[in-house]
């Protein structure tokens, strides 16, 4: 079983930074597909990024594309998402979610990941 604990978001303004944290009770972050996910009120959870560690790849949602980056350090087992440039449709529930294998065909669907965070809010005013 894996557990995921995101941190660090809050409530900023219209062109501010947040980094948002996920660690990981064990080592997947360097082997597995891992993604952050964001869900607004009335809205589906959609992928915002993705990150496979077995080929240091990293995939974004056009929406923040240039603006939002995904990391991870695997010494701490803990996967990142910085936000630069944030606009109020950022505001989100943001989720960080594993894969439960290695075979991930669309990084952007809820159903390819089996361990989920509880989230962490994300407030951008304008």
């Known amino acids: 079983q894996v557990q995921l604990v995101e941190s660090g978001g809050g409530s900023v303004q219209a062109g501010g930074s947040l980094r948002l944290s996920c660690a990981a009770s064990?080592?997947?972050?360097?082997?597995?597909?891992m993604g952050w996910f964001r869900q607004a009120p009335g809205k589906e959870r959609e992928g915002v990024a993705a990150f496979y560690g077995s080929y240091g790849s990293a995939y974004y949602d056009d929406s923040v594309k240039g603006r939002f980056t995904i990391s991870q350090d695997n010494a701490k087992n803990t996967l990142y998402l910085q936000m630069n440039s944030l606009k109020p449709e950022d505001t989100a529930l943001y989720y960080c979610?594993?894969?439960?294998?290695?075979?991930?065909?669309?990084?952007?669907?809820?159903?390819?990941?089996?361990?989920w965070g509880q989230g962490t809010q994300v407030t951008v005013s304008s």
């Open positions: 064990r080592y997947i972050v360097s082997s597995y597909w």
């Open positions: 979610a594993a894969s439960a294998t290695r075979a991930v065909r669309n990084w952007k669907r809820t159903y390819e990941y089996g361990y």
